[in-house]
Every structure is written in structure tokens, then in C-alpha cells.
């Protein structure tokens, strides 16, 4: 044998002898050895109403080192399916990079059938592996006859070439969890910093232990982390949309002193991401080629005079032209030539032609990177490719900045879409390499006005004018765009049994730049409840913007994430019959949060027998910590109670 292929058996003689002194655990389930009481299970006692539960999600990760530092990541999970709602587990997904090397992948169905176990296995011809961008592939099977009752089960091993973050690991799910187990062993070459995001029902464990990396002697941090019975996560109004604060456990590589001063890139720059990406295939160079849509953008920009004029145009262009495919990407996956000539693609397809368009114009725009807020944050001081998920594009236009998006038409320009407002975003420019923060002039905007007549027998008729802007405009006119003005009666109307519309009309439907605005003839029953002397009636009277109180827990385990500011009026004008006598109003107030995160003005009065009510909510603070929930559930608690007080009226009995 040659001295450096023994050399390199030695070594993998090593790390096996290593695994197997200072790594024992393995999955505590055994694949295919399924019990008949796991198949006779119905329902899963500490959850009676789950659709599934987790019986086993069993998951290993260490340091390798081959042909470069790795992790190897061991994963066995086993689900038993109890409703139709829980067939969907029975699709999976694995995503990994195009760097990593998925391997020993099996799947099985087990059913009973004539009261006897069956395994129906997935044949290896029915895993389906597809490359979905750039950098990543998926694989995708469908394990059979899933139904309820039956059990499912995978176990895969994954080698990552990305060790900076380790392995990420959640330790519940949206259904119970009957056993969770996630090893993980690092040499001490490698500084992590460990976030534990703890939880009662998991118990840590953290040990040293001695052995062997790639020949060196050295210590091991092994942790372990086991939980049983893990209930579902209980989701909270407003919580943030991404996983990262879910209970569980994330890695971040701070240093590596390897012995022999082998190099590993521990924070690469933002700047070093630029080039990567401004360099990567043809990106960059599709940004720059003004040749490519030359002809297209002098036609769009001709009489136009200024940058504005300019950027609009073209804006409205790309809209228009090239339609959403529906997939997100942080970067162009082909030619921008084969999207603008085909009229569709994804949105980096979208946006990298319209910062190549601007540029042709003479305008100055740029790429900017970023993650949704699906996706989680971003390391401001690492910067991996595979955090980012979406491109947008960053204009300077007049001397100011704008972020534009093209994939939506009912979005006027500067309006990003709502999963895009995360913090910041990276400008990808080799001179103007920032970051800008995503959130603009992005808001929730909606008025409401109801002009209103109370006759003797307790009907309420009037008219109602509801002006929207911002995405509460891009809402509804995609409701109309998509189900015409029947879509707001059905979706938006209907839940009041109560009440009765007609004569619905629009301003303003295809002028995005302008408020949209509705208006429609509504009559209500039932709303005035009387006595023998007195009658008495809630004013605060809204269709759209409900003020009722999402906060009724009294604590909450994850931050508030609105995502951007909102605003909403109401006026209620009310003409009151002539036999009718106010005998008492509720009392006008202001409310204020500290530091004007939010406000709440509450204005009752009369005049003869006309009645007025105006009511102004403005939310601008977008985050708010769980040690903040207190005062912000007050402030709603009291807001809530105040338009919960009722008119009172000297009326005699309505009939």
C-alpha cells in the first residue's frame, strides 16, 4: 500500500476508534423495529386531540475532518399519524447544500394490515433529488399509504461542508413530541458559542472528554440534550414568523486554533461576499450589460426629464412586463434575457433586470441582499451565503434612496414586500458595500368613516367610506384584481350575520400611488338594546379594523413582531330620531405608551341629536420584548374596554 494511503486508512481507523470511545450514542429506536402498541395507538394519550405525534426525533452531529473540516450530521425521526390533518408529514423535504453529500437514506410506511404489521418501504427510485437554486439541492419523497393510524419513518446522513454554524436543532414541533435527542461532539480546536434556548421538559448535559482529531490528541465538548413528551408549540398573536426563538439550540464558530496553523475562514466579510456573489457565474456582469434591454428601456424613458420620472416608469415596466413566478432566490438561477423575453421569473430574475434597466438610464442602483423574515436574521458579523434568501434592489433616485421590489404590481414604488421588513439588508457594491435598513415608509393604513341613521325601532342605515393605503391598500386591490368587488362582500363582509351591503364602488383601483378607497350603503339590526325607559347601544362601530384585545394572555413567551407601523381611524357620525335624548355619553381619552411607541385618542360628543365618535390608533414601535408585554397588553386592555362603553338613551321601549 502506498505510505499516504495507509497514512489516510490510519487516519480513518483513528476517527472510528474515536467515535466509537468518546461517541456511543445512537438513535434509541432501531429502524423498521416498530412496536405493535405504537401501531394500536389511538390517540396519543398526553394529547388526545393531535393530529400526529413525534414518537422519535433522534439527531447526531460531529466534527469530521475529510479532504477539509465537515460536520456529519446523523438524523432518525418516527411519526405516528392519528388524523387526515396529519398526512402532510408523510411529504418530506430535506434541503442541504450542493457542497454536502446526502447519503443512507430509507423510508418506510408501517400499517397494520388484517391485524398484522407491514412495512412498505420507499424504493430508492421514488426519492427525487433536485437542484432548486445555485448553491442548494432538496430531496423529496412521499412515503405510501399513509393513513390514519399509520407510522412513518426516514433516517439519513448528511456531510456539510459548512461548519461556522454547526447544526441548528428545534426541540419541538407544531404536534407533541414523545422522545427528542440531539447529540453533538466538537474538538476543542473549535470555539462555539452555544445558544441554549431552554425548556423545562429538556434536560443538558455538557461533559469533556479525551480522544482523537485527525491524529491530534485533544479534548471533546460533548453535549447532549433529551426531552419526553414535549407538548406543541403554542403559537402567540404577532409572534415572530422564523424559528430562532423557539426553544432549541444554535451553534456560531468563534476562533479555530488548529494544530500545524491550518487556515479556516472563521467570519468571512460582507465585502468578501460581495465579490463572491458580484462574481459568481454571470450575475454581475448581467448587472452591468447595457446592451442586454437598451433598446426596451429608451422606448419606456422617452420624454421623461427627471431621475423620478425615469425610475418609475421603468418601475411600472418591469411590473408589468415580467410576471412572478413565485420563487424567491438571492440571486438570478439563469440568463435575466431568458425571464424578460419569457415575461416571467423569480424575484432576483425581476430585480436584476430592473437595477440593470435603471442603470441603462443613468440611474444609480444596486443589488441588496437580504433575509426574509420567514428565514430569521442575519449574523452582522459573519456573512454565509446560505442566510440570505432574497434580493431586492436599492435606487438612488433625486438625491434619496430608495428599495424597490417588481414583483408585485400593486405595490407603488418604495414598498417592499411585508416579508422583506428584517432589520437590514446588504448593499452588494464593491465602492458602496453597506447595510440599509429594509424598513422605509411601510405601514398598515386604513380610515374609516360611517355616516349613520338610527330610526325608532332600533335599524342603523347609512354609508360607509373606508380609505386604505399602504399594505392594507396592496390587500384589497389584489381582492378585487383577483374575485372582483364580490371578494370584498365574501371575504371581508360576510362574517356579520347582521348586516346587509349594497352599491359597492372604488376610487383610485389602479392608481397604487393614491389611497384606495370604498364606499357602500350598509344596514344593520339588532345593535340597540332597550328597556322600559332606556335604551342603550356601543358606538365604536368598525368593519375592518377590529379593536379588540389580542393580548388577553397575561405573559408571553416569544416578542411581539408587527413588522412595520400601523395606523387606523374610525368616525361613526350618528343621526339619532327627534324622540330620542342622549342621558350619557362614555368620557373622551388619549392614551400614550412611553416614548410614543403607541397612542390612543378617544373623542365622544353631541350636538342635538347628532352624535359623533372618532377613534384614532397609531402602533409604531414594530418590536416588543416579552418584559414589555405588560404595558402594551394594558394599553390595549384599556383601549378595548373604553369602546366597549355603551350610549345611553331616553328612548321609551323600541319595539
Not at 365604536?540 to 397575561?554: A, C, D, G, H, T
Request: glycine share 6%; with cysteine.
Amino acid at each position: 500500500m502506498h505510505p499516504a494511503m495507509k497514512m489516510f486508512a490510519m487516519t480513518l481507523l483513528i476517527l472510528f476508534t474515536l467515535c466509537l470511545s468518546i461517541y456511543p450514542q445512537t438513535s434509541p429506536i432501531t429502524f423498521g423495529a416498530v412496536s405493535r402498541a405504537d401501531l394500536e395507538m389511538q390517540p396519543y394519550p398526553q394529547e388526545k386531540g393531535a393530529e400526529a405525534v413525534v414518537l422519535c426525533d433522534f439527531a447526531s452531529a460531529k466534527l469530521i475532518f475529510n479532504d477539509g473540516f465537515k460536520v456529519e450530521v446523523t438524523r432518525h425521526i418516527r411519526i405516528k399519524i392519528f388524523k387526515p390533518a396529519g398526512y402532510d408529514f408523510g411529504n418530506v423535504m430535506i434541503e442541504f447544500s450542493k457542497d454536502d453529500k446526502l447519503s443512507e437514506l430509507q423510508a418506510s410506511t408501517y400499517n397494520l394490515v388484517n391485524d398484522k404489521p407491514e412495512e412498505m418501504p420507499v424504493g430508492k427510485k421514488q426519492f427525487y433529488e433536485e437542484s432548486t437554486s445555485l448553491w442548494e439541492n432538496t430531496m423529496r419523497f412521499a412515503l405510501p399509504q399513509v393513513r390514519e393510524g399509520s407510522i412513518i419513518e426516514y433516517s439519513y446522513k448528511l456531510t456539510q461542508d459548512e461548519i461556522r454554524r454547526f447544526v441548528p436543532f428545534r426541540f419541538q414541533r407544531s404536534i407533541p413530541v414523545r422522545h427528542v435527542e440531539f447529540w453533538a461532539v466538537i474538538p476543542e480546536f473549535f470555539k462555539y458559542s452555544v445558544n441554549y434556548r431552554g425548556y423545562d421538559k429538556v434536560i443538558q448535559s455538557h461533559d469533556k472528554q479525551k480522544g482523537y482529531y485527525d491524529t491530534y490528541s485533544t479534548a471533546f465538548d460533548v453535549y447532549n440534550w433529551i426531552g419526553n413528551h414535549l407538548p406543541p408549540l403554542q403559537p402567540e398573536t404577532y409572534m415572530p414568523e422564523n424559528g430562532e426563538y423557539f426553544p432549541g439550540v444554535s451553534f456560531s464558530l468563534s476562533s479555530v486554533d488548529f494544530p500545524g496553523g491550518r487556515y479556516f475562514e472563521v467570519a468571512p466579510s460582507y465585502k468578501k461576499l460581495t465579490t463572491d456573489l458580484l462574481t459568481n457565474s454571470d450575475f454581475g456582469s448581467q448587472l452591468n450589460n447595457t446592451a442586454l434591454f437598451n433598446k426596451d428601456v429608451q422606448k419606456v424613458i422617452a420624454g421623461r426629464t427627471t431621475a423620478m420620472e425615469k425610475a418609475q416608469a421603468l418601475y411600472d415596466h418591469v411590473k408589468e412586463r415580467i410576471k412572478w413566478n413565485g420563487f424567491d432566490r438571492r440571486i438570478p438561477y439563469e440568463s435575466i434575457r431568458i425571464a424578460y423575453r419569457d415575461k416571467t421569473g423569480n424575484n432576483a430574475d425581476i430585480n436584476t433586470i430592473l437595477i440593470n434597466m435603471l442603470r441603462t438610464a443613468g440611474l444609480s442602483a444596486d443589488p441588496v441582499v437580504l433575509s426574509t423574515r420567514e428565514n430569521g436574521s442575519l449574523n452582522p458579523f459573519m456573512a454565509l451565503t446560505g442566510d440570505l434568501d432574497y434580493m431586492v434592489c436599492l435606487a438612488m433616485i433625486d438625491g434619496k434612496e430608495y428599495l424597490l421590489d417588481g414583483t408585485d404590481k400593486f405595490r407603488p414604488l418604495g414598498m417592499l414586500p411585508f416579508k422583506c421588513l428584517n432589520k437590514e439588508g446588504w448593499v452588494l457594491s464593491e465602492k458602496n458595500g453597506k447595510w440599509i435598513k429594509l424598513l422605509g415608509n411601510e405601514k398598515n393604513h386604513m380610515r374609516e368613516f360611517y355616516d349613520l341613521t338610527l330610526d325608532e325601532n332600533g335599524t342603523i342605515k347609512g354609508l360607509a367610506t373606508i380609505t386604505l393605503d399602504g399594505y392594507d391598500a396592496v390587500e384589497f386591490r389584489k381582492l378585487i384584481y383577483n374575485q372582483s368587488e364580490e371578494g370584498i362582500r365574501q371575504e371581508k363582509l360576510s362574517s356579520f350575520g347582521n348586516m346587509k351591503f349594497s352599491s359597492i364602488t372604488t376610487q383610485n383601483l389602479l392608481d397604487i400611488n393614491k389611497p384606495l378607497v370604498l364606499t357602500f350603503t350598509l344596514e344593520l339590526d339588532h345593535l340597540v338594546h332597550s328597556g322600559k325607559e332606556f335604551s342603550y347601544f356601543r358606538p365604536v362601530y368598525n368593519l375592518f379594523e377590529s379593536l379588540e384585545n389580542n393580548w388577553i394572555k397575561e405573559e408571553r413567551v416569544y416578542p411581539i413582531d408587527l413588522g412595520c407601523p400601523e395606523f387606523s381611524s374610525l368616525t361613526c357620525v350618528y343621526h339619532l330620531p327627534e324622540s330620542f335624548k342622549i342621558s350619557e355619553l362614555p368620557k373622551s381619552v388619549r392614551l400614550v405608551l412611553p416614548n410614543d411607541d403607541a397612542s390612543f385618542t378617544y373623542k365622544i360628543s353631541s350636538a342635538g341629536n347628532m352624535l359623533s365618535v372618532d377613534g384614532e390608533l397609531s402602533v409604531s414601535k414594530t418590536w416588543i420584548e416579552p418584559r414589555e408585554y405588560p404595558a402594551f397588553r394594558e394599553f390595549f386592555t384599556q383601549i378595548v374596554k373604553k369602546t366597549n362603553e355603551m350610549v345611553i338613551l331616553q328612548t321609551g321601549q323600541i319595539n
